[in-house]
């Protein structure tokens, strides 16, 4: 299952983009084995100012057609690493082909993209900087392939 991650604004160089190539790059190293991945950041900017309906519509044209809709937002259901070491697997067991985890911008997602998705994942009651949320989702990508393959990163 292909790992799309869809997202507002450009991660430039530095610590974030440092953390987030590392982790992705580990799991797409661990995923392989599992049939999850390769794993690919799509970026978006509205360099036209027309706010979260302009990002929707841009972020629409990055998700691949039938991907599963994963958004992160602040609303959305909050999991444990295993439980969403779970979605994970059990998005890949159904034949799902794409998975894409939709990132908005500083003021978050419109509400139609909202609507549309499959399922939304929160990382808390906390908001985090739309950048950081890169970061940690490419964490739990790789924590999430390394519990489905019985490695010893996750320790409960």
């Known amino acids: ?16 983009r440092d953390l987030y190539d590392d982790y992705l790059t580990r799991f797409d190293r661990t995923g392989r ?3 999850l991945g390769p794993a690919q950041l799509i970026e978006v900017e ?23 809709i994963c958004i992160m937002d602040e609303r959305g259901r909050v999991q444990s690493s295993p439980e969403f070491a779970q979605s994970l697997g059990g998005w890949r067991d159904q034949g799902r082909q794409d998975v894409a985890f939709v990132i908005g911008g500083a003021d ?16 808390g009651k906390m908001v985090w900087p739309h950048m950081l949320v890169r970061v940690m989702l490419a964490e739990q990508l790789y924590r999430a392939a390394s519990i489905l ?5 996750h320790r409960v």
Request: charged share 25%.
């Open 33 to 35: 084995a599992l049939a």
């Open 149 to 153: 393959a019985g490695g010893p990163y």
């Open 46 to 68: 509205d360099k036209k100012g027309g706010g979260m309906p302009a990002e929707a519509a841009l972020l629409e044209r990055a998700i691949p057609n039938g991907a599963l």
């Open 1 to 16: 299952m292909r790992v799309h991650i869809c997202a507002v604004g450009r991660l430039r160089k530095g610590p974030e």
């Open 108 to 123: 978050g997602l419109d509400p139609a993209l909202r609507d549309r998705a499959d399922a939304a994942l929160s990382f």
